[in-house]
């Protein structure tokens, strides 16, 4: 059971010299099994809930519940995927996916066999003891993922996962993605700048205010993970409603042009 | 193999441009304190079993062992105080004190507390090479990506395994490089230590060689030296490419 609550939470940073806010008052639940996007105004602090979420950051106030029992710190099905995607450079493709398995005590056999199958399932067998520099930007977040299936998470929080992929490359990890969780069921928390992308993989869309972050609103996005819902107009209905939802948070810095181009 | 014949024979085409240049220069000045590499080498040769290689031996001896030492101890010290801000703020000041002063000037103490064997050689050179890879250790781990540390961390990792599998190997490559520029500045350490005091050493051997006037003794002695600097600077090299396999991957 991996249901995620947030409640009145509050997470200070402590940046060079002041204390910045960066989330006040949060509320959110996600229900186990649920796939969200977040997308909000660059400063709306998705990171920090991301890092509240996985146990790295502690609350100034209120809680954080997954599946029931309050998180302070790293939990043991809970995969946190970032956007440089948090491989090691130093470890053969095989090493960086057994990571997890590793901290956590798991010996090498087991370790090797639940590894070799996560690899297989992302194609990504024989690179197997190649290095992440020798990987394209697409298999390298590949290799994040089968990280994240050697756990078995059951949470998958992800921080632009995509963002540094070319335009190609992202629409087919965001297939990726859907095809897993479709296959997995495992409750899904993603933080995105592509509208597109979270309208493609949310079953709500969280928009959130910036400095200090709370939710602004909540987008119902039924549709999530029909067949084609990409081409659909009911998707680009989705979209143009977020971007303006967007707007009004003040996500484009001049407005009066905002407007003019929609 | 093919790398290691361009390695050599990039090694051969140096050496023989060296020694055209000196063969020149030693015509030009015409003085018998710079003999040409032929009388050089053909002394080399003759002296190679009987004196210069126990000479040699020592000399390496105390090199490698205050690398090692000073590697050692300055490794996990200086990524402990990079890593942790607490301890920074006690050393850091520490370092930038002691760091700039020449530890050369130590050497008069050292002789007298440790007499004039391999200790206080060793000592000076220890002392040198620890203050060169404790302020490297300690900027390579200040410098290690937050998201490596946090995703490492996510998993669950122990402070322990963080420094293991994230901040060790991440500064690795910056502290062989370190040591690899330690290499020439240990051995000119070496050189002067073991002219001021002792009988051992090719520092000893070329100093002796120039008191008795023995000039082309005096330059085997030296090519000696250079090529004590050759092969630390080659294992270095070679423990690197062992070790930081990941930095010679092609994209």
Partial sequence: MAAVSVRELAVTYSGVGRDVPALLGMNLEVGDGEPIAIIGPSGCGKSTLLLALAGL????????LIGGEAVTR???????????????????????????????????????????????????????????????GGMRQRLALARALALDADLLLMDEPLSA???????????????????????????????????????????????????????????????????TPAFLERCVELRRLLAAEGAFADQALAEGVR | MNAWLRRIGGYAIASAALLAGWQLLS?????????????ALSDFGRLLFSDLLPHAGISAWRVVASMTIGAAVATPLGLAIGRSPRADAVFAPMIFLTYPVPKVVFLPVLLVLLGIGNLPKIALITL??????????????????????????????????????????????????????????????LFFSETVAGSEGLGYYIIDAWSRIAYSEMFAGIIGMAMLGVVLYELLELAEARVCRWTRVER
């Fill in chain 1, 57 to 64: 950051l502690p609350a100034d106030a209120g809680e954080v």
């Fill in chain 1, 74 to 136: 790293p939990r043991r099905r809970t995969a946190l995927i970032l956007q440089d995607f948090g491989l090691l450079p130093w470890k053969t493709v095989a090493h960086n996916a057994a990571l997890g398995l590793e901290v956590r005590g798991v010996e090498a056999g087991a370790r090797r066999k639940v590894v070799d199958e996560a690899l297989e399932r992302l194609g990504l067998a024989e690179f197997a003891e190649a290095y992440p520099g020798e990987l394209s």
């Fill in chain 1, 165 to 231: 992929l070319d335009a190609l490359t992202r629409e087919d990890l965001q297939n990726l993605l859907l095809g897993i969780w479709q296959q997995r069921g495992h409750t899904a928390v993603l933080v995105t700048h592509s509208i597109e992308e979270a309208v493609f993989l949310g079953r709500r869309v969280v928009v959130m205010s910036p400095r200090p972050g709370r939710v602004a609103s909540i987008v119902d996005n039924p549709e999530m993970g029909e067949a084609g819902y990409r081409e």
């Fill in chain 2, 27 to 39: 015509m030009a000045i015409g003085s018998q304190a710079l003999p040409g590499p032929v009388p």
């Fill in chain 2, 128 to 189: 040198i090479v620890f203050f060169q890879i404790l302020v490297t250790a300690r900027d390579a781990a200040r410098g290690i990506p937050a998201s490596a540390v946090l995703s490492v961390r996510s998993l669950g990792a122990t402070r322990w395994q963080v420094f293991r599998h994230v901040v060790v190997p991440a500064a690795l490559p910056d502290i062989f490089t370190a040591l690899r520029i330690s290499t020439g500045t240990a051995i000119a350490v």
